[in-house]
């Protein structure tokens, strides 16, 4: 693999075969491969088509630079074989359930000194050498589910969709101007990329492979692979945060449930009667209580209770309100019931020593008494600040990975 | 910048968030303090009002 960029322009070192001027504005084209089939005017930008009547013009329109330092006229080496940049057909495509998202891509013809074409193209995975492979089989590019390779060979269908022409420049082996419609299936075969364009005339099978990150660099140099490489960059800040999304996410579960158990028992409640029972806590780090209504509610029906905990110095501090309820109704013709029986919160005491806990329940609950499981454990974690962790750091990451891979490269 | 350093201060800040997420369920950030200084005491009267007048309320 040559070490050094070699995208440095060489434009005189192509042979000509035939010039051309063009129709619209006079100015002359070169074709340097044959079978050429669409000139595009370096100057007007019009496209100039061979045909059995002879050369057609349409009217197009100036493309932007491309992000990488690929130009018509141009030799780039790759794999060490010297290629010649004979044109490039820029697409749009998009998703036909959702037409506003379009993405965009290069497709460069390449043409080497022995006569053999290639295209290279370039989305937002990177570039991807393609060759053209002979359609062996019948294949119905609409229907299908796999591609034929042939010697028994098919490849899966991984995409569909339809694609125009935005448009090209240089000289293409194929009738080609800005606005014609194809439709495009992608395909894998292993590490091989299927490409299948397929317009009303012509259907066409390409079997390519991703340029690796040392390919790029040293075809394009590195300026021009880490323009490139930066749209991917930001799919990785995504996945990083999104990992450590995931990890606080499952911390949170993890810790949840951790925490030495110091009581665990039934006490009975009634309005204006609290259950009470005594309890040491050590200050300084979190209980966790968590209230659990044995006695069943009636439908439609609720009960609050509170648990009030009294410090050794007797100041009083409403450490969990929990609202337990049963609801059902109908909607929209269908029955639907619901319920919440059990509640957890979690507090500090704030000193050491024997502590008074109350289960209290409220004037305003619908039942009279109930019987409370009563779970606190002491040396708990709080998990409400990982979950919000993982909450915020994962949408930014999966924000950040969606931009990367819908910002299609161009 | 350097995208290796964009990541190690990426790594480094989320990590310290990590951290400090878990210390803060740790020692219990923002829960309720039971018996502390804002803690009633005696009545469920609450905390005591300070000010106001005729017709005030209170």
Same mark, same amino acid.
């Given at each position: 693999?040559?070490?050094?960029?070699?995208?440095?322009?060489?434009?005189?070192?192509?042979?000509?075969?035939?010039?051309?001027?063009?129709?619209?504005?006079?100015?002359?084209?070169?074709?340097?491969?044959?079978?050429?089939?669409?000139?595009?005017?370096?100057?007007?930008?019009?496209?100039?088509?061979?045909?059995?009547?002879?050369?057609? $013009?349409?009217?197009?329109?100036?493309?932007?630079?491309?992000?990488?330092?690929?130009?018509?006229?141009? $030799?780039?080496?790759?794999?060490?074989?010297?290629?010649?940049?004979?044109?490039?057909?820029?697409?749009?495509?998009?998703?036909?359930?959702?037409?506003?998202?379009?993405?965009?891509?290069?497709?460069?013809?390449?043409?080497?000194?022995?006569?053999?074409?290639?295209?290279?193209?370039?989305?937002?995975?990177?570039?991807?050498?393609?060759?053209?492979?002979?359609?062996?089989?019948?294949?119905?590019?609409?229907?299908?589910?796999?591609?034929?390779?042939?010697?028994?060979?098919?490849?899966?269908?991984?995409?569909?969709?339809?694609?125009?022409?935005?448009?090209?420049?240089?000289?293409?082996?194929?009738?080609?101007?800005?606005?014609?419609?194809?439709?495009?299936?992608?395909?894998?075969?292993?590490?091989?990329?299927?490409?299948?364009?397929?317009?009303?005339?012509?259907?066409?099978?390409?079997?390519?492979?991703?340029?690796?990150?040392?390919?790029?660099?040293?075809?394009?140099?590195?300026?021009?692979?880490?323009?490139?490489?930066?749209?991917?960059?930001?799919?990785?800040?995504?996945?990083?945060?999104?990992? $450590?999304?995931?990890?606080?996410?499952?911390?949170?579960?993890?810790?949840?449930?951790?925490?030495?158990?110091?009581?665990?028992?039934?006490?009975?409640v009634a309005r204006?009667?609290?259950?009470?029972?005594?309890?040491?806590?050590?200050?300084?780090?979190?209980?966790?209580?968590?209230l659990?209504l044995?006695t069943p509610l009636q439908?439609?029906t609720f009960a609050d209770i509170d648990?009030?905990?009294?410090?050794?110095?007797?100041?009083?501090?409403?450490?969990?309100?929990q609202e337990f309820w049963h609801?059902?109704?109908?909607?929209?013709?269908?029955?639907?019931?619901?319920?919440r029986l059990?509640?957890?919160?979690?507090?500090?005491?704030?000193?050491?020593?024997?502590?008074?806990?109350?289960?209290?329940m409220d004037?305003g609950s619908m039942i009279d008494e109930a019987?409370v499981?009563?779970?606190?454990?002491?040396?708990?974690?709080?998990?409400?600040?990982?979950?919000?962790?993982?909450?915020?750091?994962?949408?930014?990451?999966?924000?950040?990975?969606?931009?990367?891979?819908?910002?299609?490269?161009? | 910048?350097?995208?290796?350093?964009?990541?190690?201060?990426?790594?480094?800040?989320?990590?310290?968030?990590?951290?400090?997420?878990?210390?803060?369920?740790?020692?219990?950030?923002?829960?309720?303090?039971?018996?502390?200084?804002?803690?009633?005491?005696?009545?469920?009267?609450?905390?005591?009002?300070?000010?106001?007048?005729?017709?005030?309320?209170?």
């Amino acid at each position: 693999m040559n070490s050094t960029p070699s995208t440095s322009a060489q434009t005189a070192a192509r042979p000509v075969l035939r010039e051309l001027k063009c129709p619209n504005c006079g100015a002359p084209i070169a074709q340097h491969v044959p079978d050429v089939q669409t000139f595009v005017c370096g100057r007007c930008h019009g496209y100039i088509n061979e045909s059995l009547e002879g050369l057609t $013009f349409s009217s197009g329109s100036k493309l932007p630079q491309p992000k990488v330092p690929i130009r018509i006229g141009q $030799f780039v080496t790759i794999r060490d074989v010297r290629w010649f940049v004979l044109g490039r057909v820029v697409y749009q495509g998009w998703d036909p359930s959702e037409t506003s998202d379009r993405w965009t891509w290069n497709e460069w013809l390449l043409g080497s000194d022995d006569g053999r074409l290639f295209w290279l193209s370039l989305d937002e995975l990177g570039f991807t050498w393609f060759t053209k492979l002979r359609v062996r089989e019948a294949f119905d590019p609409h229907r299908d589910t796999s591609i034929p390779l042939g010697n028994d060979r098919r490849a899966r269908v991984v995409e569909r969709y339809p694609a125009k022409v935005i448009g090209a420049e240089g000289e293409l082996t194929w009738r080609a101007k800005r606005g014609d419609k194809l439709t495009m299936i992608e395909g894998a075969d292993g590490e091989n990329k299927i490409s299948v364009q397929v317009t009303t005339d012509e259907l066409e099978i390409h079997q390519g492979r991703t340029l690796k990150k040392e390919e790029v660099v040293a075809t394009f140099g590195k300026d021009a692979a880490e323009k490139l490489f930066g749209i991917a960059f930001v799919v990785e800040i995504g996945a990083i945060m999104v990992l $450590f999304a995931v990890a606080a996410l499952v911390i949170a579960l993890v810790v949840g449930g951790m925490g030495r158990t110091l009581t665990n028992q039934n006490v009975m409640v009634a309005r204006g009667q609290a259950a009470e029972f005594p309890l040491e806590f050590a200050a300084g780090r979190p209980v966790q209580v968590t209230l659990f209504l044995q006695t069943p509610l009636q439908e439609n029906t609720f009960a609050d209770i509170d648990v009030v905990i009294t410090a050794p110095d007797e100041s009083e501090t409403y450490v969990s309100l929990q609202e337990f309820w049963h609801e059902t109704g109908i909607d929209e013709g269908e029955f639907w019931r619901e319920q919440r029986l059990d509640g957890s919160e979690a507090f500090v005491p704030y000193q050491s020593g024997m502590h008074e806990v109350a289960i209290e329940m409220d004037e305003g609950s619908m039942i009279d008494e109930a019987n409370v499981r009563v779970e606190m454990k002491a040396d708990s974690i709080g998990n409400g600040f990982l979950f919000g962790y993982g909450a915020v750091v994962g949408i930014i990451g999966l924000l950040l990975v969606f931009m990367g891979l819908s910002k299609k490269a161009s | 910048m350097n995208k290796t350093i964009i990541v190690i201060v990426l790594v480094v800040f989320l990590s310290v968030g990590l951290i400090g997420a878990v210390y803060a369920g740790y020692t219990g950030v923002g829960m309720v303090l039971a018996g502390g200084p804002s803690a009633r005491v005696g009545s469920i009267g609450g905390p005591l009002i300070v000010g106001g007048g005729p017709g005030s309320g209170k």
